[in-house]
Each structure stands twice: as structure tokens, then as C-alpha cells.
């Protein structure tokens, strides 16, 4: 059974920074690209970073650059987001996904194309 685990949630303050993990089990995620959504309430899941399988190639939701960083350590078979500056309208749930390709050729920013995803980690941000 393929299970994600996100892991570093929390209550931050405006300008402060939280790292979050996505831990795979149940297969190995080394060929496969993953990413971060997030969701707010009454708000569709919004593509926040992706990663290919072996990290040449990245790419960020277009008001996260500079402030966002994903990065991944197939040994350990997680995938990490790390961000920074954060603000209120950052708060939501932080989904991680696995996609069913390698994300060699592009890396894809639709949920519909990520097969396994993890149950989300609340980011919370007082202002």
C-alpha cells in the first residue's frame, strides 16, 4: 500500500519560515517526479512546486519563486518544501503528490496527473 506522510505543519508568524516533509512507503518514489499543492478553504488545490526524478529540472507555482524550495532525497525516499517569508495568504493544507511520470519532459502542474497523494499539513500564518 502506497502511503505519503507530510510532516512539519505549524503556526508560523508573518515573515517566518516552516519546513515541510512528504515521506513515501509502500514504493519507491526515485523515478517518479513529485510535488506540493496546497489548499485554502473554498479554494481549488493550487500547484506550488515540482521536482523530477532526479532534481535537474523544478518548477514553481508563479507567485512562489525566490520564496519556496523544493528539494528531495531518494535514499530516503522524501521529498522536502521549504519556505520562506511566509505570509496570511500562504496559510492552507500542504498536500504532497506522486506523479505517474519521471517529470523528465516537463513536470506537470495539474493534480489530475499525480496519482498518490498524502492527507496534508496545516500551515498556519498569524499576521
Known amino acids: 500500500q502506497v502511503q505519503l506522510v507530510e510532516s512539519g505543519g505549524g503556526l508560523v508568524q508573518a515573515g517566518g519560515s516552516l519546513g515541510l516533509s512528504c515521506r513515501v512507503s509502500g514504493r519507491t518514489m526515485t523515478f517518479n517526479a513529485m510535488a506540493w499543492f496546497r489548499q485554502a478553504p473554498g479554494k481549488d488545490r493550487e500547484f506550488v512546486a515540482a521536482?523530477?526524478?532526479?532534481?535537474?529540472?523544478?518548477n514553481y507555482g508563479d507567485t512562489l519563486v525566490g520564496r519556496f524550495s523544493i528539494s528531495r532525497d531518494n535514499t530516503k525516499n522524501t521529498v522536502y518544501l521549504q519556505m520562506n517569508s511566509l505570509q496570511p495568504e500562504d496559510a492552507a493544507v500542504y498536500y504532497c503528490?506522486?506523479?505517474?511520470?519521471?517529470?523528465?519532459?516537463?513536470?506537470?502542474?495539474?493534480?489530475?496527473?499525480?496519482?498518490?497523494w498524502g492527507q496534508g499539513a496545516q500551515v498556519t500564518v498569524s499576521s
Open positions: 521536482i523530477n526524478w532526479n532534481s535537474d529540472k523544478i
Open positions: 503528490g506522486l506523479e505517474r511520470g519521471s517529470g523528465n519532459r516537463r513536470l506537470v502542474t495539474s493534480p489530475s496527473d499525480y496519482d498518490y
